[in-house]
RNA sequence: GGCUGUGUAGCUCAACUGGAUAGAGCACUUGACUACGAAUCAAGAGGUUUCAGGUUCGAAUCCUGACACGGUCACCA
């Protein structure tokens, strides 16, 4: 294909304005949308944007432009006008050539190199707690998002920043030493992150009771009496204050932070454990990743860039976007780009959170050389990522106009907000059992596959579930704080993942009959197929639309417009199904153009549900 | 309170970035398996796009102002 068909209508339209109008019609905006289905026609000009260079009515223009197009553009085949809109008809064999050429190539969709590289971070979870929810949201964005980055022709770099030290892991670390009595995830038996999770729930549910207790002292009462507000309740008042009290009064928070002290100080016995704990963690994310079916190419840890930025503040100050206070502090004055004034570096010397996110987008860039970086992060931390790309956009890095925050709506239940002390959050491994448990039950009452073994018919109903989650959470739009019904997540029918693996399946299925029934089928004869049926047209029109859509999907980071995409085209195969007979159609050449056609769907299906993370199983 | 996001069918979500009669799925009612696979298809019902103004050939979409619900306003991470 040269030239897209859009970008031939377009010219069309263009040279049609100069001859018949005489107005110079490349200086001409046209407006070109696809048609609405309970139209006839693929592409549709509205002309009332050209009343003005025409000088005439919407539908006189509309009948002069479509005379001129199907007369002098071969891909126009016909048109019809309604109402001030031209609908185009892209002629047969137009869309038979692409079908047989492009259309059933292997790697369809694939866009050409484009010469740079993505950095795409997502995941980035803190290590004293399982992955839950939130997380499978995050990662399955950010997972589609570098998918997609990279058929649209992209190197992409997928990454993670490990949140592994701090005050939260030495809590659990604290809590293992003081009530694990030596136990490990082999004794128990339990997978290790959820090990080391029960270590930080074991923590909190001890510090409340130690908290409770003090709340009843002599200290406790008289600490209410001098800062309690005018009419409040002991209640709210103690909720208010126990992170003063964790610092203040509380034995387990003394003892906790000393723990984040020796391991600052580098104490042997502290990073000891910190390293035993740690690598609990990390084999039990390693599960889940591989659960999931992620993967990434790099991870940074916390405990190694916290420590940077020190050189982009040196380089800020050297720059005048930086300023020194007098207590010897630094911060940069963002108030111009409606941003706040920002401390990057305490009057101790030491940085804070946003500093070390500004080294660690250096060391990216020293690493891969990239011209953008995604990061794919939770809309609460908003303001943090404005704030950070303006900071670097201020110190002038290379890569800083490529710079994105992929910003994604927190996930709620159907009760609410998930919240840990009220045990609602949602466990991804759980999570993950539950809808390939809810497919094993779905598949039970079904004999499509039980002529497999165990394993295969196991496999299959894996992929099934997975299918049902993922596409579930992603066919959401990502700005969209989305409401998660664990009963809705594990839906089979209707607009689901299975749903567009059945369709997917189907076209494996009539492909695998042709092959048994031994039928010689002379593919040579796909190309005398020349009166196309609707629903021809449309699934073809679809096909067509696909590297399109990629590219589109691709630069505004939104892995929910290929999940519609796949199942609107799932539909259309659904229907050219239901309506057509493939293998007994009416002619060898009817036979032929469909296989080719269902084989194309089937490319086309896979290749997206890949984008989106999703595997297709040959049967089900 | 400042900034910011969201508000569409009973529920979960779309709407090609200003275009035609606002579309899907779930749930509900009804029909279609001796067909290449019914995890399917077809039909019905369901709407004052939160509200009020404005911009224009044309608004769910843009502007103004309300209302509701999130998020965020650290020398925390």
């Known amino acids: 294909m040269e030239k897209t068909l859009p970008a031939i209508l377009e010219a069309g339209v263009q040279a049609a304005i100069t001859d018949?109008?005489?107005?110079?019609?490349?200086?001409?905006?046209?407006?070109?949308?696809?048609?609405?289905?309970?139209?006839?026609?693929?592409?549709?000009?509205?002309?009332?944007?050209?009343?003005?260079?025409?000088?005439?009515?919407?539908?006189?223009?509309?009948?002069?432009?479509?005379?001129?197009?199907?007369?002098?553009?071969?891909?126009?085949?016909?048109?019809?006008?309604?109402?001030?809109?031209?609908?185009?008809?892209?002629?047969?064999?137009?869309?038979?050539?692409?079908?047989l050429t492009d259309g059933i190539a292997d790697d369809y969709g694939q866009g050409a190199p484009k010469g740079e590289t993505v950095v795409v971070e997502f995941a980035s979870p803190n290590t004293n707690k399982p992955l839950h929810l939130g997380h499978v949201r995050n990662i399955l964005l950010g997972w589609s998002s570098a998918q997609l980055l990279a058929k649209a022709g992209y190197e992409v770099k997928k990454v993670q920043i490990i949140n592994d030290r701090g005050?939260?892991?030495?809590?659990?670390?604290?809590?293992?030493?003081?009530?694990?009595?030596?136990?490990?995830?082999?004794?128990?038996?339990?997978?290790?992150?959820?090990?080391?999770?029960?270590?930080?729930?074991?923590?909190?549910?001890?510090?409340?009771?130690?908290?409770?207790?003090?709340?009843?002292?002599?200290?406790?009462?008289?600490?209410?009496?001098?800062?309690?507000?005018?009419?409040?309740?002991?209640?709210?008042?103690f909720k208010g204050y126990s992170k003063k009290y964790f610092n203040e009064y509380s034995v387990l928070g003394a003892q906790?932070?000393?723990?984040?002290?020796?391991?600052?100080?580098?104490?042997?016995?502290?990073?000891?454990?910190?390293?035993?704990?740690?690598?609990?963690?990390?084999?039990g994310f390693e599960e889940t990743y591989a659960a999931l079916g992620v993967n990434f190419d790099k991870l940074y840890y916390e405990s190694n860039t916290y420590v940077l930025g020190?050189?982009?503040?040196?380089?800020?100050?050297?720059?005048?976007v930086f300023h020194t206070r007098e207590d010897g502090s630094v911060y940069a004055d963002l108030t111009d780009a409606k941003l706040s004034e920002k401390t990057l570096m305490r009057a101790d010397g030491t940085s804070i959170y946003i500093t070390q996110d500004l080294g660690t987008a250096r060391l990216r860039y020293d690493d891969f050389g990239a011209t953008r970086m995604l990061y794919t992060v939770a809309d609460e931390q908003n303001h943090h990522f404005a704030t950070l790309f303006e900071l670097l956009k201020r110190l002038d890095e290379p890569y800083a106009p490529g710079l994105y925050h992929l910003s994604y709506g927190m996930v709620d239940l159907p009760t609410g907000r998930?919240?840990?002390?009220?045990?609602?959050?949602?466990?991804?491994?759980?999570l993950m059992k539950e809808?390939?448990?809810?497919a094993r039950l779905v598949s039970q009452e079904r004999a499509a596959t039980s002529d497999l073994s165990e394993d295969d018919r196991e496999e299959i109903i894996r992929q099934i579930g997975l299918a049902a989650l993922k596409f579930h959470i992603i066919k959401v739009g990502p700005k969209k704080r989305m409401t998660f019904d664990p009963k809705e997540s594990?839906?089979?029918?209707?607009?689901?993942?299975?749903?567009?693996?059945?369709?997917?399946?189907?076209?494996?299925?009539?492909?695998?009959?042709?092959?048994?029934?031994?039928?010689?089928?002379?593919?040579?004869?796909?190309?005398?197929?020349?009166?196309?049926?609707?629903?021809?047209?449309?699934?073809?029109?679809?096909?067509?639309?696909?590297p399109e859509l990629i590219s589109t999907a691709a630069e505004s980071y939104d892995p929910s417009l290929i999940a519609m995409f796949c199942y609107e085209l799932a539909k259309n195969l659904h229907k050219f199904w239901h309506d057509h007979s493939i293998l007994s159609a009416e002619t060898p050449a009817a036979v032929a153009f469909r296989l080719q056609l269902c084989k194309a769907v089937g490319n086309t299906l896979q290749a997206g549900m890949r984008l989106i993370g999703i595997e297709v199983p040959e049967r089900m």
């Open 167 to 237: 005050i939260a892991i030495c809590k659990s670390m604290l809590a293992w030493q003081l009530f694990g009595g030596g136990a490990t995830p082999e004794s128990t038996g339990i997978k290790p992150d959820h090990f080391v999770g029960e270590y930080y729930v074991r923590f909190e549910q001890k510090f409340q009771e130690e908290y409770k207790a003090w709340q009843t002292t002599v200290e406790g009462k008289k600490t209410f009496a001098l800062h309690g507000k005018p009419g409040q309740t002991t209640e709210a008042f």
């Open 418 to 430: 998930m919240k840990s002390r009220e045990g609602t959050v949602v466990d991804a491994d759980d």
């Open 310 to 320: 020190k050189d982009m503040i040196d380089k800020g100050l050297e720059m005048g």
């Open 20 to 99: 018949l109008y005489g107005a110079d019609g490349t200086a001409v905006e046209i407006t070109l949308q696809t048609t609405r289905r309970e139209f006839e026609g693929e592409f549709t000009v509205v002309t009332f944007p050209l009343t003005r260079v025409a000088r005439k009515k919407p539908d006189e223009i509309a009948e002069d432009l479509g005379q001129y197009l199907k007369e002098k553009v071969a891909e126009v085949a016909d048109y019809n006008v309604i109402k001030g809109f031209l609908n185009l008809v892209i002629s047969d064999e137009y869309w038979r050539d692409f079908l």
């Open 435 to 438: 809808v390939i448990h809810e």
């Open 490 to 546: 594990v839906d089979m029918q209707g607009q689901t993942g299975p749903y567009v693996q059945n369709a997917y399946v189907r076209t494996r299925a009539v492909w695998r009959k042709a092959e048994e029934n031994g039928v010689a089928i002379d593919f040579a004869l796909a190309k005398d197929y020349t009166k196309l049926a609707p629903a021809e047209r449309e699934l073809i029109n679809q096909l067509y639309s696909f």
């Open 256 to 283: 906790a932070s000393e723990m984040l002290r020796q391991w600052e100080a580098g104490d042997e016995a502290t990073r000891a454990l910190w390293n035993k704990m740690n690598g609990w963690v990390y084999k």
